[in-house]
């Protein structure tokens, strides 16, 4: 089945600090979203990306769906302790099937 | 304030017994999908429906597990009979389409499941 590789799998960083991620697949996807999931509770939509090559942003956060529609990254300017949590990308084939499939995560620490 | 609605938050179930886990989609949603999550294997689509129809259970274990839409607020989920594998967290999330891009999945808080 479908495969998406996210790294890293953990980071621990300094408040201020930029972050990167990035989730790679060997099939192409026609929408990435990404998501960030605290503890107890579920995964929340942070930005959806729907065209090749795109950039979208959230406040603090960037992110790019990838030129060969196999990649997507994920960008968090100066880092603060409340962005702590697992940051999870998700790719969708599109046309008729709506399945998300996920990455694995990325666990962020955010040292103060 | 629209939301995906889950109960019960928790679940304690003895090996063997019936589980049924609710969810309430957001309403105007017409797709809702069904996740597992464990630490081995992170996030797992059990299934999903459009339009209170299966699309894709191929997730599912079929011989103890059972989804539903009865009507269009209510998602089921049910284990029959529990076991202590099924140990995870179950999210309910819903979305709309088609639009114009994808589908935007929204979660609910979850169901932690615990089978002793």
């Known amino acids: 089945g479908q495969q998406l590789n996210q790294s890293p799998q953990s980071m621990f960083i300094q408040e201020g600090e930029d972050v990167s991620m990035n989730c790679t697949s060997s099939?192409?996807?026609?929408?990435w979203l990404w998501y960030k999931q605290e503890p107890g509770e579920g995964p929340v939509l942070l930005i959806a990306?729907?065209?090749?090559?795109e950039l979208t942003s959230n406040g603090r956060l960037t992110a790019q769906f990838g030129i060969t529609r196999k990649d997507s990254f994920l960008n968090i300017s100066a880092s603060i302790p409340s962005d702590v949590g697992i940051y999870f990308c998700?790719?969708?084939?599109?046309?008729?099937?709506?399945?998300?499939?996920f990455g694995k995560g990325t666990l962020l620490t955010v040292n103060p | 304030d629209a939301r995906v609605t889950q109960t019960p938050r928790d679940k304690v179930t003895e090996m063997g017994q019936e589980v049924t886990m609710r969810c309430q989609p957001i309403?105007?949603?017409?797709?809702v999908f069904w996740y597992r999550q464990t630490m081995m294997q992170g996030l797992e689509l059990l299934a999903y429906?459009?339009?209170?129809?299966?699309?894709?259970d191929s997730g599912m274990p079929k011989d103890r597990f059972s989804a539903e839409m009865p009507d269009a607020t209510l998602a089921t989920l049910k284990i029959q009979p529990s076991e202590p594998r099924d140990s995870a967290v179950y999210f309910c999330?819903?979305?709309?389409?088609?639009?114009?891009?994808?589908?935007?999945?929204?979660f609910g808080q979850g169901t932690r499941l615990t089978v002793v």
């Open positions: 099939s192409i996807f026609n929408t």
């Open positions: 309403l105007g949603h017409n797709t």
């Open positions: 998700a790719g969708q084939r599109g046309g008729s099937n709506y399945k998300l499939t």
């Open positions: 999330a819903s979305g709309l389409v088609p639009t114009p891009g994808g589908t935007e999945a929204f």
């Open positions: 429906f459009r339009n209170r129809a299966p699309l894709d």
């Open positions: 990306l729907y065209k090749a090559g």
